[in-house]
Each structure stands twice: as structure tokens, then as C-alpha cells.
């Protein structure tokens, strides 16, 4: 019944049953564990905490409801406040969630692996603070927990020696090979790969293959697809015995981090899948980009920065289809000025909502066409007020299921605004192939800064703005200037070649693959 009220959206009668029913069956993790994340995903965030206090309540000895009751935080924040109490409350609970954690018994190591194989600590980073002590005191409960539970795989192994015609044995690992936001660059990677001196293993530990699945087959000497299994893919990567193991995202699936938190290779890395440092100790580089890094950005990394060249990712040019559709059948007005804002909710930080209603001030015929924003609809309707505009006149919210459709919004569209302190990735990339004005401002951390190296590859900085200010200036100007916005959209277009399936990172990557198995032989 709960999941039909779910189909419907009807909300408060789907928590409602959920919590009757757990009234009933006060022992059934599921049952608890759905309350708190679906709350938490919807915005009610004192009642996913107030749910997780109870349910560590009613199952003392489940380690997943002790993360829970400590460590949940928004997925959404009401406002700037609220995110320094929320950090403070994270910071605090960790504290007391390591101190408490205990690891003697078999039953206490099972449940606090099971735990840690439910649940990560994604949410942290959307912050936009350096997450590096906090991610580090997380890594290092993590890799004690698998210890505790896998001794024989957390000790450090040598690098097999290479015999005379012999290729370094390369392993990526990742739950999502298939079509993913966090791993389509991968591609590139095998695709660019050099045969001669480089031998792929990948292992697919997901389980929703399709045709980007075919493509990781295709591009690699060796595939396992063993989802679901955490043992069984552990032991076929030490019978490997690879020289080099990479997780091209660690922090958005809870198995890729019980793995990451092992030593099944000489050599670990990760990659910007997952664009923010893992803190775990046993991850020894994070492969990175030239163009993403600033001066210091070791600074926000337990692993060694490996800073590849130019955005360090070979991503492949995406199919765009020709326009088929029109905006009125997305009922948008053909005389609106079209700005895309297309990214998850938990990017837009409150401080940064002004923005789009000075916009507005200045644009009357803006329409912002949002894609996954609902919840900040309470955010946008006090930041138009605040000037005396009413966010409903300009504010649209749709829902893309299929991809077509996705691509025909960025095609109609004038500009895209890019988000501060988290920056497009896939979808910034998506709209460059679409030719669409993108308006960014970098952020401090790598992952606010995607976008600004994308458009710096390409050679068309216009769009990239230094502050807040500026970045209203620009989405104005590209708002009531026409010429100048399809200036920018034929440069774009004419230098596509510039950015996608760029060889020299993958040039790059190899060298450093090289250099750290001679290194250790």
C-alpha cells in the first residue's frame, strides 16, 4: 500500500503507512531504513533524524541505524545556517559514532560491515568545505571495520615483477559500468588504451549492463561482471594479481567502498567519478586534472594529487539527434529567453539563489526550466519575493525521464547556468555538444571548477565568471544579446575536437602507470 501512495506522490500518506506498519513490526530494519532515507530525500530532514534515533531505538545492535543516527545530514539545505549546524552536528556525531564502535565480537564486525554496505557519506561534500580531515577520520573507521572483517586482504602486497613481453596488469573496478554520469568517460580510457604495454581487467560489480556495458567488454582483455558478491569479486582481483587497481568513483556506492577500503592490489586509485578525496588509507593516488587543480589543491586530498593533462578525462563527443521537438511541447514560450538549469537539487546551495531572481529583474522574458529542482521551490519563491517578483512567472519545473527528450530542453535553450561550488560534469558536457552558452563560475575545490576547464580546452573563456556579480552580468548579456550568444554557440561548436576524446591525458595516464610499477621493481 505504502509504495502505491509512493507512485502517486502522495507523500504524507506514504511516510504515514510507513510508520504505522513499523508501529507493528518495530524489528524490521527495511521497514525503518526506507522511512529515514525517503524522508531525507524529500527534504524532512528532523523527521529522517528523529526516525533514525528510534529505530537505533528498536535495533540497538544494527550498526546501519547507529550511521544513521549520527551521521545523517540534508540532502537539501533551507538556508546558509543550517549548513554550519549541520556540519557541526556531522562532525560531532562521527566523534562519537567511531568512539562507540566496537569490533570484538563476530556479530559486532558482521553488523558494522553490513552497515558500511548500505550507506556512505555522499552528502558531506555538497558542503562546499574541504572535506579532507572529516573524510579521512570517516576512511580510516571504514578500513578498520573491513580489517576487522577481511584481515588476510589488508595487507600490503609487493608488485609482480614484469617478465620480458609481459603488460602491466591495469583493473578497474566500479559498480557502474553502464550508462553513468561518474564513469562514461571511462571509455575513453580503454578505448585510447595502449595494447602493447597495457593489459585491462575490468570487473563490473553492478548489475543494469547495456550498451555502454558492451563498450567496457569490448575495451577490455578481461571482464567480470560479479555483482552483488563482495568476496567473490575480492578474491578474482588478488588471483589477478594486478599491478595497478582503479576505482574511478569511490563515495556513491557503499560496496565500491568496503572494496576501496581493502589492499587487493599493490598500486590503488581512484579517479574524479566522484570528484572529492576518499580519506581512505588504503587508496594511495587520486588521478585528477591540470585544468581542474588549484595551486594548493593537495591540501584537500589524503591521496597523492596526480594532476593529469588538460581535463584528464577522455570523454567520448555524445550522438546528438537533430531538433525534433519544439518548446511548446515542453509548454515553453518561443519568445522566452530559455535558461537550463539542470542539476540535482543537492547542488544549489541557498546562498546562491539570489541569483536567478536578479536575473530575472533584469530579463523579464527569462524562464528558468529546472529538471530535478522541486525541492527548492520554498528557496526560490522567498528569493524572487526578497525583489518583488513572483518565482511562478519564471520558474519551470519539468520532469525528463527520457533521454531524447533531455537533449531536445538543451537544444531549445538559450543558456545554461552552471552551479557554484558543485559544477556540471556530464551534463555541462552534454550541453558544450549541444552548443549551448554555459555560464560558470569556478569554485575552490575541483569539483566546483568542471565546467571553467571544459571551457577553457575548447578556448572560449567568455562565459567564465569571476565572482557572483559577473556571473549575473554574463547570464544577462547572453539573455538580451543575441548575436553575442550565437557568436559564442558557433565557437563552441567549431571546437569540439579541442575537448571531447582528448588522447594526451590518456598519454599522460599511461606514463604515470609506467613510472610507479619501474619505480617499485
Not at 21 to 36: D, M
Not at 311 to 337: C, E
Amino acid at each position: 500500500m505504502c509504495h502505491c501512495y509512493k507512485q502517486l506522490n502522495l507523500l504524507d500518506e506514504y511516510f504515514q503507512t510507513l510508520q504505522q506498519a513499523i508501529k507493528l513490526y518495530p524489528t524490521e530494519g527495511r521497514l525503518h531504513f526506507e522511512l529515514i532515507i525517503e524522508l531525507r530525500r524529500n527534504g524532512r530532514i528532523k523527521s529522517a533524524i528523529l526516525s533514525a534515533e528510534n529505530a537505533a531505538k528498536c535495533l540497538p545492535d544494527d550498526y546501519t541505524f547507529q550511521i544513521l543516527k549520527y551521521l545523517t545530514i540534508p540532502s537539501v539545505y533551507d538556508n546558509e545556517e543550517e549548513i554550519s549546524f549541520y556540519r557541526q552536528r556531522f562532525i560531532q556525531g562521527l566523534q562519537t559514532l567511531i568512539a562507540q564502535t566496537s569490533l570484538k565480537t563476530t556479530e559486532e564486525r558482521h553488523s558494522a560491515l553490513a552497515g558500511i554496505g548500505r550507506l556512505t557519506n555522499f552528502y558531506l561534500s555538497y558542503q562546499a568545505q574541504n572535506d579532507i580531515d572529516l573524510q579521512r577520520q570517516y576512511g580510516q573507521l571504514v578500513h578498520e571495520i573491513m580489517a576487522a572483517n577481511f584481515p588476510q586482504w589488508v595487507v600490503p602486497l609487493s608488485i609482480p615483477k614484469l617478465q620480458p613481453q609481459q603488460k602491466i596488469r591495469i583493473g578497474y573496478v566500479s559498480y557502474y559500468l553502464h550508462s553513468y554520469s561518474g564513469t562514461l568517460w571511462l571509455t575513453g580510457w580503454l578505448r585510447y588504451c595502449d595494447r602493447e604495454n597495457f593489459e585491462i581487467h575490468c570487473y563490473y560489480i553492478g548489475n543494469e549492463p547495456d550498451p555502454v556495458t558492451q563498450q567496457f567488454i569490448d575495451y577490455s582483455d578481461v571482464f567480470h561482471h560479479i555483482p552483488y558478491d563482495l568476496s567473490a569479486v575480492c578474491e578474482q582481483i588478488i588471483a589477478d594479481k594486478l599491478h595497478i587497481l582503479v576505482f574511478p568513483e569511490i563515495g556513491m556506492n557503499p560496496q565500491t567502498m568496503q572494496m576501496a577500503g581493502l589492499r587487493l592490489a599493490p598500486v590503488q586509485c581512484t579517479a574524479w567519478g566522484h570528484p572529492v578525496t576518499t580519506g581512505l588509507p588504503t587508496i594511495d593516488y587520486f588521478l585528477s586534472s591540470e585544468l581542474m587543480e588549484v595551486e594548493n589543491a593537495q591540501e584537500h586530498y589524503s591521496e597523492k594529487l596526480i594532476c593529469l593533462p588538460n581535463i584528464g578525462v577522455s570523454y567520448p563527443k555524445p550522438y546528438i539527434p537533430p531538433v525534433v521537438k519544439t518548446r511548446s511541447d515542453f509548454q515553453l514560450p518561443d519568445d522566452a529567453v530559455i535558461y537550463l538549469s539542470c542539476q540535482a537539487p543537492f547542488k544549489y546551495l541557498p546562498q546562491y539563489d539570489f541569483i536567478f531572481a536578479e536575473i530575472a529583474h533584469r530579463v523579464p522574458q527569462a524562464k528558468f526550466v529546472f529538471l530535478r529542482g522541486s525541492l527548492i521551490k520554498p528557496r526560490l519563491k522567498r528569493a524572487f519575493a526578497d525583489v518583488e517578483l513572483d518565482y511562478e512567472d519564471y520558474c519551470v519545473f519539468l520532469s525528463i525521464p527520457e533521454r531524447l527528450d533531455y537533449l531536445m530542453i538543451n537544444l531549445l535553450s538559450d543558456v545554461y547556468l552552471d552551479t557554484f561550488t558543485w559544477s556540471g560534469g556530464n551534463t555541462s558536457l552534454e550541453a558544450i555538444a549541444c552548443n549551448l552558452p554555459i555560464v560558470t563560475c569556478p569554485g575552490e575545490f575541483m569539483r566546483g571548477r568542471h565546467s571553467d576547464s571544459f571551457l577553457k580546452m575548447l578556448g572560449v573563456t567568455d562565459t567564465i565568471a569571476e565572482n557572483a556579480a559577473e556571473y549575473i552580468d554574463i547570464a544577462v548579456k547572453l539573455g538580451l544579446n543575441p548575436v553575442w550568444r550565437r557568436d559564442i554557440s558557433q565557437r563552441i561548436s567549431q571546437r569540439h575536437d579541442r575537448l571531447f576524446d582528448d588522447k594526451a591525458c590518456v598519454v599522460g595516464l599511461e606514463a604515470f602507470y609506467k613510472q610507479v610499477v619501474e619505480a617499485s621493481l
